[in-house]
């Protein structure tokens, strides 16, 4: 139960971001005339335009009063470091970077490592499986805790619960 809770707060927390993001970053990129042509100017584009964003929205939002994201809010869940208090802004922190190093890692391999948009080279095609195999063991994981923790929350020393 909790490990769907958990996954669907996820989900919705994504499509929220992605609504507001992507219109905004196109409207940005639109006013200031710049169009990324090559894979790292795309990469500094989803840093600015969606990375460091998504990163202050999940970062903030565990460490909020509440403990949650408004995906966690609707699910009726939340994150508690390991005594059962709202996480502190490092350990938030920490929790978001290795929560989103999957995510971040795709970025880096799609388009920071790219030298043709094109034409993916074996570097990219190696950290695109770490990427994948990384999600893999996040989700097993929290399949293991029946979705209490996560690899991130065990670094992070908090876990998911119900309200």
């Given at each position: 139960?909790?490990?769907?809770?958990?996954?669907?707060?996820?989900?919705?927390?994504?499509?929220?971001l992605?609504?507001?993001?992507?219109?905004?970053g196109?409207?940005?990129?639109?006013?200031?005339?710049?169009?990324?042509?090559t894979?790292?100017?795309?990469?500094?584009?989803?840093?600015?335009?969606?990375?460091?964003?998504?990163?202050?929205?999940?970062?903030?939002?565990?460490?909020?009063?509440?403990?949650?994201?408004?995906?966690?809010?609707?699910?009726?869940?939340?994150?508690?470091?390991?005594?059962?208090?709202?996480?502190?802004?490092?350990?938030?922190?920490?929790?978001t970077?290795?929560?989103?190093?999957?995510?971040?890692?795709?970025?880096?391999?799609?388009?920071?490592?790219?030298?043709?948009p094109?034409?993916?080279?074996a570097?990219?095609w190696?950290?695109?499986?770490?990427?994948?195999?990384?999600?893999i063991?996040?989700?097993?994981?929290?399949?293991?805790?029946?979705?209490?923790?996560?690899?991130?929350?065990?670094?992070?020393?908090?876990?998911?619960?119900?309200?």
């Open positions: 139960m909790l490990l769907a809770k958990r996954t669907a707060a996820y989900l919705v927390d994504i499509i929220i992605f609504a507001i993001l992507a219109p905004a196109f409207l940005i990129q639109r006013w200031f005339a710049y169009q990324p042509n894979g790292p100017e795309i990469a500094r584009v989803i840093l600015w335009n969606f990375s460091l964003p998504v990163w202050i929205y999940f970062t903030w939002s565990d460490r909020s009063p509440g403990g949650a994201t408004p995906g966690k809010r609707l699910f009726k869940i939340r994150v508690t470091d390991l005594t059962g208090n709202r996480p502190g802004f490092g350990r938030a922190l920490i929790r970077a290795f929560k989103l190093l999957p995510w971040e890692t795709v970025h880096v391999a799609a388009f920071a490592l790219s030298t043709s094109s034409i993916m080279v570097l990219q190696a950290v695109l499986v770490l990427a994948n195999l990384l999600a063991l996040y989700f097993a994981v929290a399949i293991a805790t029946r979705g209490r923790r996560s690899v991130h929350d065990y670094i992070a020393r908090t876990e998911v619960c119900m309200i």
